[in-house]
DNA sequence: AAGCCGGGGAT
DNA sequence: ATCCCAGGCTT
């Protein structure tokens, strides 16, 4: 039997929910699977077109396991945390290669495949194999915390404990993949992070955060982010028509996309071009061309860094030496490879 | 347990 | 500017 809590959300869902997504509904694993990588740390609206074009491209496992590495990064181009994307990649190959193409179906084999973690396995399960496993996300974690009126963090070990608990004794065992659905699509149309919907909320009578008039300050988060600043300097070296690029490789952001010949300061260079072509001389330890063009400032916004810095354009009169640690590739060759965000900005107002 | 990993939209 | 998003992995 039902609690009030799981009772007024089913209720919101049969009569206020009007949320429709490519997905909903959706029983192969696969589809549900993509689409939970595809929204992870991601808003539907920002995912959705990526969703569409993996299904497109890709539309069963087994044609994603066999699609070349390139092919699935340049899909994936532009949705961020790509980390996301090589494990989906890794897992695609797992399962259409050592598992005969057949997706794990029990909770604990799903949460066991790269990028699967609590939340995904919990949301494959109970979607495509209608196991009673609840879900505990962004939007969980809201409506939990302002319903219930707790102030526990919900990013300590404790606070994931204490929902993560609650949120199994509220799952509706009949339908678990109706309830998962309606409690995050709750979360994201009527109890938002700002502004949320309180005076047409059918749950508002039972909300603590609501009746004590805590709304913003619930959910509780107990560490800030801290950035630090980067500074990247791109030289486009162009010889013959080719252009000098890389794959990066450390442990840092961007793992697996490319990028140009890459000089990282800690400060803000200015747009000396007899600088830049002093630098880029001790960088790469050999003779350069004439520095056509150096952009102005460009800045882009991660979740841990800030990213500022300049494009310089140069001319070689000699190819790079071999073991430079860059490649040269023709421009035609260019739409196929993946950049971060930050050079194909540049890109769309300075093609090459 | 804390830190790191993108990009975009809303405020 | 700051927050947040259908989180997960690494250290």
């Known amino acids: 039997m039902p609690n009030d809590f799981t009772k007024l959300l089913l209720e919101w869902n049969r009569s206020g929910n009007t949320r429709q997504m ?30 569409e074009k993996f299904i497109e491209r890709f539309p069963t496992i087994t044609d994603l396991a066999m699609a070349p590495d390139e092919l699935v990064f340049k899909t994936w181009e532009g949705l961020g945390y790509y980390s996301r994307c090589r494990n989906l990649l890794a897992t695609a190959r797992t399962i ?23 939340y995904t396995a919990a949301a494959i399960a109970s979607f495509a194999f209608g196991q009673p496993q609840a879900v505990l996300d962004g939007n969980v974690f809201r409506v939990l915390s302002r319903y219930f009126g707790i102030c526990t963090p919900i990013d300590t070990p404790e606070g994931k404990k204490l929902f993560s608990q609650l949120a199994k004794a509220l799952l509706y065992q009949d339908d678990p993949a109706v309830y998962n659905q309606a409690i995050m699509d709750f979360g994201a149309v009527v109890c938002k992070p700002q502004q ?70 800690s400060e803000i260079l200015e747009a ?22 150096i952009s102005v400032v460009q800045k882009q916004q991660l979740t841990h860094q800030t990213i500022s810095g300049r494009f310089i354009r140069v001319e070689l009169q000699t190819p790079l030496p071999e ?23 540049y890109l769309e107002t300075h093609p090459l």
């Open 22 to 51: 490519p997905w909903k509904g959706e029983k192969d694993p696969y589809k549900i699977w993509l689409s939970e990588v595809v929204l992870q740390q991601t808003r539907v609206e920002q995912g959705l077109a990526y969703y």
């Open 96 to 118: 259409a290669f050592e598992k005969s193409g057949v997706f794990p179906d029990s909770y604990e084999d799903i949460l066991k495949l790269k990028g699967v973690g609590p």
């Open 196 to 265: 949320p919907a309180c005076e047409t909320c059918i749950l508002r009578g039972d909300c603590q955060a609501f009746q004590l008039g805590c709304i913003d300050r619930i959910p509780v988060k107990s560490r800030s982010i801290l950035r630090r600043n980067r500074f990247f300097y791109y030289f486009i070296l162009s010889w013959k028509g080719g252009y000098y690029i890389r794959q990066r490789k450390e442990s840092d952001i961007w793992q697996n996309l490319h990028e140009w010949v890459l000089l990282e300061r």
């Open 272 to 293: 000396d071009a007899a600088g830049f072509k002093k630098e880029l001389k001790i960088l790469l330890d050999t003779a350069v061309g004439e520095v056509r063009e």
């Open 323 to 345: 073991n430079s640690g860059y490649r040269l590739v023709r421009r035609e060759e260019l739409s196929a490879i993946a950049f971060p965000r930050y050079i194909t900005r």
